[in-house]
């Protein structure tokens, strides 16, 4: 049974940027071309990585159901630092830990190795905020539940819509 049955749908389809904007870089200035120039990284971008991440109980996004929001990613760009909240739909949400596993994964298979990533509940949005920030940023939790015989694992490919998760070392039962 889903925490949520009926979750809120803050943008609906019609509202929402189109894949191939998201997905091509190609698509907007923000990107250079050029190999040698290194491409600052902004919200908007770190927002586009993970708003097509799908809800583990709904067929809907992050972006969709208000989990993740622009207004709750912060960069640190001197220090190399992302900071990502995200809201859950539901205070008692039992999907929160893999809502938040998915997203850090998300973020840490998309960006250069320099940065440091931390992914937290909006403070005062669930009611085991500190026990699921705990988990999140514990690198061996983090490490075992994307273990390759971790079922977690094929839930997250799932979720994130790896499309060559056989490339990237993991293989799909």
Do not use: W
């Not at 998201?22 to 927002?47: K, L, T």
């Not at 097509?52 to 969709?64: A, F, G, N, R, Y």
């Not at 190399?80 to 539901?90: A, H, K, R, S």
Request: aromatic share 6%; charged share 25%.
């Amino acid at each position: 049974m889903s925490d949520n049955p009926n979750p809120v749908i803050y943008v609906d389809n019609e509202n929402l940027k189109s894949l191939e904007d998201i997905e091509n870089p190609f698509n907007s200035s923000r990107y250079s071309i050029d190999e040698d120039e290194v491409d600052p990284f902004d919200e908007q971008e770190i927002f586009d990585l993970v708003r097509c991440i799908t809800d583990p109980e709904h067929p809907l996004t992050l972006e969709q159901l208000n989990v993740v929001r622009i207004e709750n990613v912060n960069i640190n760009l001197e220090n190399n630092y992302i900071l990502l909240y995200f809201t859950p739909t539901v205070p008692h949400c039992s999907m929160a830990n893999l809502i938040g596993l998915s997203i850090k994964e998300k973020l840490a298979r998309s960006l250069p190795k320099r940065f440091k990533v931390d992914v937290i509940v909006t403070p005062g949005s669930h009611s085991s905020e500190s026990s699921v920030n705990k988990q999140l940023n514990d690198k061996e939790r983090v490490s075992a539940a994307l273990d390759t015989s971790s079922s977690i694992l094929t839930i997250f490919t799932k979720l994130v819509d790896v499309p060559n998760s056989a490339q990237i070392g993991y293989s799909l039962p």
